[in-house]
Nanobody
Framework: QVHLVESGGGLVQAGGSLTLSCATSGRTFSSYVMGWFRQAPGKEREFVAAISVTYLSVSGRTKYADSVKVRFTIFKDNAKNTVYLQMNSLKPEDTAVYYC??????????????????WGQGTQVTVSS
């Protein structure tokens, strides 16, 4: 079992920045994928970014949705068992509940929500214009 807890959401003005955190606990694996997704009111949940997590590897392969490329950065801290989503140049359309998720069966980052087995409770990000 893997437990995920997001934090770092809040209210920010357009053009501002936020960093979301996803702390993981429970059973660990040598290689897996962590993803960030978001769901805006009235819309389906969508992929934001993902990163491969390999034991003892500082960096990881990443993948981003086109809408957040350049503005968002996903990175990890293995020592803290935490994955982050640095969000810059935020826009009102980035307003959503952001979820982190874990796929324990894959080694390459990907946007397929169905493969992510474990999900956090979500954290609200609101960008005002």
């Amino acid at each position: 079992q893997v437990h995920l807890v997001e934090s770092g959401g809040g209210l920010v003005q357009a053009g501002g920045s936020l960093t979301l955190s996803c702390a993981t606990s429970g059973r660990t694996f040598s290689s897996y994928v962590m993803g960030w997704f978001r769901q805006a009111p009235g819309k389906e949940r969508e992929f934001v970014a993902a990163i491969s997590v390999t034991y003892l590897s500082v960096s990881g392969r990443t993948k981003y949705a086109d809408s957040v490329k350049v503005r968002f950065t996903i990175f990890k801290d293995n020592a803290k068992n935490t994955v982050y989503l640095q969000m810059n140049s935020l826009k009102p359309e980035d307003t959503a509940v952001y979820y982190c998720a874990a796929d324990l069966t894959s080694s390459n980052p990907h946007p397929d929500q169905n493969q992510y087995t474990y999900w956090g409770q979500g954290t609200q990000v609101t960008v005002s214009s």
